[in-house]
């Protein structure tokens, strides 16, 4: 492995000598059987690319989830391991916290800028429904944004570190138009197709306005469902809703979140609302 690591050295690659040198270093020094495949049970794995995007863990009764980076769905294994969350873990392990007669309360310790649409509402849903459950306290650093804040929202509290940026409740395809880059190289595409929209955005071809009506459209059908189950749980007038991002105290100022606090005061605050549950019966 060691020698295909030197061989892949030897390319050309877009990196600054110093950046490629800690990095090929940190490679080359790692045991064999991690650099073999051996995976994170072969020992420095963490050490070179982080933590898992969504795990769990335990402090008495209550369960601490994870979740970090772009979010995505059906993630494959290697992926998690370096940055994607998949919104179906995600669900699986509050749907798992919930079933669980030990754990009495839940905090979803999150830092993510959102990523992709598909799973993200159903996964929201089910953090919603286990909510009404059991007490769920979502945490929020660096980053709560788009689908991160979609999944956060029907939690029973939202609390973020005061530097966190919260929000962006909104939705976005971007139409990439090559034809100008196409047409200067002298290259022409002639689509074939069965209807006007098939096709849509295809290198080389204009957007019609019927193709860019019918991509906004699903845009303002998703963006629709985002904002609908945003207020179904959370007060926050319209004027905040259009895409933009607050720092926490504003977001808190807003109603995007709760109050400001560390990690540790939300695990604290999970296990306050879970005693609450108990003595209200």
């Not at 009764?61 to 994870?66: A, C, D, F, Q, T």
């Not at 992926?79 to 998949?86: K, L």
Request: hydrophobic share 45%; proline share 5%; glycine share 12%.
């Amino acid at each position: 492995m060691k020698r295909r690591v030197l061989e892949w050295a030897e390319s050309p690659m877009c990196i600054t000598e110093g950046a490629f040198r800690a990095a090929l270093a940190r490679v080359l020094t790692m045991p064999e059987p991690l650099v073999a495949g051996g995976g994170p049970e072969a020992g420095g794995w963490e050490d070179f690319v982080g933590p898992p995007a969504v795990y769990d863990e335990s402090l008495g009764s209550v369960r601490i989830i994870h979740i970090s980076g772009v979010i995505e769905r059906f993630v494959p294994k290697y992926w998690r391991e370096v940055g994607f969350a998949d919104v179906e873990l995600i669900a699986d392990m509050v749907r798992a916290a919930v079933g669980d007669e030990a754990v009495e309360s839940i905090v979803l310790a999150m830092n993510t800028p959102g990523g992709t649409v598909w799973g993200t509402p159903e996964a929201a849903e089910v953090i919603a429904e286990a909510s009404r459950q059991k007490p769920i306290v979502v945490h929020a650093s660096n980053l709560l944004c788009s689908g991160g804040y979609y999944l956060a929202a029907g939690a029973s509290a939202i609390m973020a570190d005061p530097s966190a940026s919260i929000g962006c409740v909104g939705v976005y395809v971007p139409l990439w138009d090559f034809q100008g880059m196409y047409e200067r190289f002298g290259i022409g595409v002639d689509l074939v197709k069965s209807g006007s929209l098939k096709g849509a955005g295809y290198p080389g071809t204009p957007w019609t306005e019927e193709q860019r009506a019918h991509v906004q459209e699903r845009v303002d059908d998703h963006a629709g469902a985002f904002k609908s189950h945003v207020t179904a749980h959370r007060e926050i007038a319209e004027e905040y809703l259009t895409g933009g991002d607050y720092v926490a105290p504003r977001a808190m100022e807003y109603g995007f979140i709760d109050g400001l606090s560390t990690l540790e005061g939300a695990i604290a605050l999970a296990g306050d609302l879970a005693v609450s549950v108990k003595q209200n019966g």
